[in-house]
């Protein structure tokens, strides 16, 4: 019996830098770092009194540094006429430098990640505190529309890689001072800013401190990508394949969550934001449902959850009709199906298994691949490929075409994760089926549900408004969007502190 390895100590170090509060000390830190800069300047062109100012080459952007610090404090009369450093340098920490940001620093750890985050140092000799200025360059991706969640009647902007141009894309629309938006700091060596957003007066208060607390005992090195968020965040619910949460480009769609009472997660540097908790209607609603009419969202609605039933059990449905359930199947489509299968050397099971799996194959290599090159595989993958399957007689028709079937209605879910989960029980509820038949299908498909009902996201169960609407219904949170002039209250299970939404 092995023993299980145990990992080494990986202890957080506060802080971080513990050199000398001295420009010396700084530069120690950045030693042979090529982008590290150093300047000594004089205050009225006296050598006694001089001011060592510390930057980073890329992270400050020029002509702030040079327009509000550096002219200020070499051709400023009032710097230049005063009697010691420290008059100086109380007039530079009250206004003298044009500087909309100034902080004073006590200690090597603040001024070394001020200087990160694009900060200019000023440090005067003789002393404890140091001046930080705000010049940090604001190069960034411009917004744009969004690629993955196009939208003919909604805006036309989406997250960048900025969070505070997101925020502020967040602000401008939810102009409400009872925004309020918590601020830490994740991973040891990334040290991302991750802002936690929420609505004071609407959201439940249990619900937002649940969620920094989630996002503060992150123990990272680096927060680079969205699974280092999203599986850190889960908490227990790890093992299934279904997202637990749900995130968005679009800051409309990101608004709407948040005015629902849900709790929004924004990470610098990830164009997306996340919102808890995450339900299973939250994946198969769009923002354009809210911007068409009732009946034809309603309408729409329904076809996505239909389609996600037959993404799920139509391979398997099938399986279990040919193998042991022919009565099921018309006397001529059945007729078809067994000359159709007569030189075909696999069994029923074998041919639907390995179609699934060339159809997971065609689409991984149609995304892996760039735009141009990855539509010519797809094109040959599917057409080339499928035809030349069936001429070969390796595969039957009926099962091309119930793959292509299932495969296609699985691209009408909203969310690309949640129809990846379904794609994965869908192998298993085909297999199930071929086992044992429509007995099979049940018990895979009772399964499921147990598996779903088993989940929850931050204390609200994954099937809700389904399974557990606190007793009553929820009207226009459902399945058929009723008019919105008639849905007057919040969703329940959010327990928000407000339910009215409207008058």
């Known amino acids: 019996m092995g023993h299980q390895q145990i990992p ?99 200690t090597a750890d603040q001024v070394v990640f ?17 001046l930080t200025l705000m010049t940090a360059t604001e190069e960034k991706r411009s917004i744009s529309p969004p690629d993955n969640e196009p939208d003919v009647k909604g805006s036309m902007d989406c997250f960048v890689e900025s969070i505070r141009t997101n925020t502020s894309l967040v602000r401008r629309r939810l102009r409400a001072p009872e925004l309020r938006i918590w601020e830490t700091f994740v991973g040891r060596q990334s040290v991302t800013p991750v802002d936690v957003l929420y ?25 680079l990508m969205t699974g280092n968020l999203e599986q850190y965040m889960v908490g227990e619910e790890t093992r299934t394949p279904f997202p637990m949460s749900l995130y968005t480009q679009r800051p409309d769609r990101f608004c709407a969550g948040l005015a629902e009472g849900r709790v929004g997660v924004l990470v610098d540097g990830i164009p997306m934001g996340w919102l808890f908790p995450a339900t299973l209607d939250s994946f198969y609603r769009t923002g354009q449902d809210r911007s068409t009419s009732w009946m034809v969202a309603s309408a729409l609605s329904v076809l996505r959850y239909l ?13 279990a009709a040919v193998l042991y359930h022919p009565e099921l199947i018309p006397v001529k489509l059945m007729l078809s199906i067994i000359s159709a299968k007569a030189d075909v050397p696999f069994s029923t099971l074998a041919e639907v298994l390995v179609m699934l799996i060339a159809f997971e194959v065609v689409q991984e290599a149609g995304l892996r691949l760039p735009a141009a090159i990855g ?113 007057k209250t919040r969703p329940r299970y959010l327990n928000p502190q407000n339910r009215r939404n409207q008058g």
């Open 8 to 106: 080494p100590p990986h202890p957080r170090r506060e802080p971080r830098v513990t050199v000398p509060l001295t420009a010396d000390g700084i530069a120690q830190v950045f030693e042979g770092c090529a982008d590290f800069g150093r300047r000594t300047l004089y205050l009225g062109d006296d050598p006694q009194r001089a001011v060592e100012m510390l930057y980073i080459v890329g992270q400050v952007r020029n002509e702030r540094a040079s327009d509000y610090v550096l002219r200020p404090l070499t051709q400023c009369k009032d710097l230049a006429e005063v009697a010691t450093l420290d008059e100086a340098y109380d007039r530079m920490a009250k206004g003298c430098l044009y500087s909309l940001a100034v902080e004073e620093r006590t």
């Open 114 to 130: 001020d200087l990160v985050n694009g900060w200019v140092a000023l440090f005067f000799p003789g002393k404890d505190k140091v």
């Open 199 to 223: 609505i004071k007066g609407i959201t439940d208060p249990q619900l937002a401190r649940q969620v920094e607390e989630q996002v503060a005992a992150i123990d990272i090195d680096a927060m």
């Open 307 to 319: 389609c996600m039933l037959v993404t799920l059990f139509l391979p398997g449905l099938y399986v």
């Open 375 to 487: 539509q010519t595989v797809s094109i040959l993958g599917g057409l080339v490929v499928g035809s030349a399957a069936v001429e070969a007689k390796l595969v039957s028709p009926a099962v091309l075409v119930m793959v292509a079937i299932a495969g296609i209605a699985g691209y009408t879910a909203p969310s690309q994760d949640f129809s990846g989960a379904l794609r994965l029980w869908r192998f298993g509820i085909a297999l199930a089926a071929g086992v044992a038949g429509l007995v099979g299908l049940v018990l895979a498909g009772m399964a499921l549900v147990y598996h779903l009902a088993s989940l929850e996201s931050f204390g609200v169960a994954y099937l809700t408004p389904f399974a557990s609407c606190g007793g009553s219904g929820e009207r226009g949170h459902v399945v058929f969007r009723q008019p919105l002039p008639w849905v």
